[in-house]
């Protein structure tokens, strides 16, 4: 309907055909959203009317959501608004790792061992950390995986080392080898945090500011983790659940005793995590939440996609709906300062659907063709976190 007003005005007046499109409510609306975005396409331009166009179906898109009874969360025309479907897989750009069921070396107490009786339900939160306190960009590099996992690693260090230290995005981008395609073929076109997490533990990391993140792919400047050697677990092995330990030499082990991915679809290990351990990498179906402006999500079906990576950084209550908080790395004008929360239920093991696409967005080579995801999005289906050791004994 509007552009047949726009057609009619433009009979019925003596003003010019720019005069009637700034005038227009909705190209209002989007000039307002190319300045505050920074968007340098030139009004007139091929690239306006297509972003024009997109930013038109994502805010008729965010109405007809809104219109709904009892919704929870609210849709908007955030920072995505302008992008298309294409565009917005890319960013996505972690398609997660669908894999024979394996177990790693449990050699240590796992958190599915735990239970999680002594973890307060109601409410957790790592915000407070000043690693957490700016929100990432991941830009247009299919890099998530190496955002979330250099997110956790962060936050981790601030937590359990006595002098916080970061770990680079850009090198794992760079450097992390992906021979087998899990989540992608690898740096920008995706991988995983487990890959991630064994890189950490074979090779000493750099810091973010001796290797700035760049958004593309790069150059990896050290020895790959196929060049150096293997020193735990085989390729093969990196995607099994449990505990993968660093062996006795490796470069990480000052930082990292080992790491653990989480029961595939396990409620209560992944509560215990949050609240014994620190913030944790989680793999999601974010195909839905490029309007999510604020309120609790609950808008994901049952059959998820996983082909996206993030950080759980906490969980609490609103008004009886029980909720988990995500900080995403989208920007801090996404969602709720950069965050979104998702619907959360003591039921969430049995909130479970199937994944018919890991060979297309979600799978190793050789995966399995379906896998069972549970949970709001399929958060529950693979989750990752990092063992550091204690702090250190300040000296007298």
């Given at each position: 309907m509007a552009y047949k007003i726009v057609c009619v005005l433009s009979l019925v007046s003596v003003t010019t055909g720019a005069e009637v499109r700034s005038h227009h409510p909705l190209r209002e609306k989007f000039d307002g959203f190319r300045q505050k975005y920074g968007r340098t396409y030139a009004e007139g331009s091929k690239e306006y009317e297509h972003r024009f166009a997109l930013f038109s179906q994502a805010a008729a898109v965010a109405e007809r959501f809104n219109s709904r009874p009892g919704r929870l969360w609210t849709a908007?025309?955030?920072?995505?608004?302008?992008r298309s479907e294409q565009e917005l897989q890319s960013i996505r750009g972690w398609f997660g790792s669908a894999r024979q069921s394996r177990r790693g070396n449990l050699r240590v107490a796992s958190l599915a061992q735990l239970g999680s009786a002594d973890i307060p339900k109601e409410f957790m939160n790592w915000t407070s950390l000043s690693s957490l306190e700016m929100v990432r960009d991941q830009g247009g590099c299919g890099s998530c995986w190496a955002v979330t996992a250099s997110t956790v690693l962060d936050s981790h260090a601030e937590i359990y080392k006595s002098k916080q230290r970061s770990f680079s995005a850009q090198e794992l981008v760079s450097c992390v080898p992906n021979p087998k395609k899990c989540g992608g073929s690898g740096a920008c076109s995706g991988a995983t945090v487990e890959l991630a997490f064994q890189y950490v533990m074979e090779h000493p990391m750099q810091t973010a500011r001796e290797i700035p993140y760049e958004a593309v792919d790069g150059h990896c400047e050290g020895a790959s983790l196929l060049q150096g050697g293997n020193h735990g677990d085989t390729d093969l092995d990196v995607a099994a659940v449990g505990f993968?330990?660093?062996a006795a030499d490796a470069p990480g082990l000052k930082f990292m005793t080992g790491w653990e991915r989480l029961p595939e679809n396990g409620y209560s290990a992944l509560l215990r995590a949050i609240?014994?351990?620190?913030?944790?990498?989680?793999s999601v179906d974010a195909t839905a939440w490029s309007s999510y402006m604020y309120g609790i999500f609950d808008s994901c079906?049952?059959?998820?996609?996983?082909?996206?990576?993030?950080?759980l950084v906490g969980y609490g209550v609103e008004k009886g709906q029980?909720?988990?908080?995500?900080?995403n790395s989208w920007g801090p004008n996404w969602g709720e300062d950069g965050k979104i929360r998702l619907?959360?239920?003591d039921d969430d093991e049995s909130y479970c659907g199937i994944d018919h696409q890991p060979e297309e967005g979600t799978g190793c080579e050789g995966g399995p063709k379906q896998v069972k995801v549970c949970g709001m999005c399929g958060i529950l289906y693979d989750n990752v976190?990092?063992?550091?050791r204690n702090p250190e004994p300040s000296q007298a």
């Open positions: 908007g025309t955030g920072p995505l608004a302008d993968h330990a660093a609240g014994e351990r620190g913030p944790v990498a989680v079906e049952k059959d998820a996609v996983i082909n996206h990576a993030v950080t029980m909720y988990w908080t995500i900080q619907l959360r239920r976190v990092p063992h550091f």
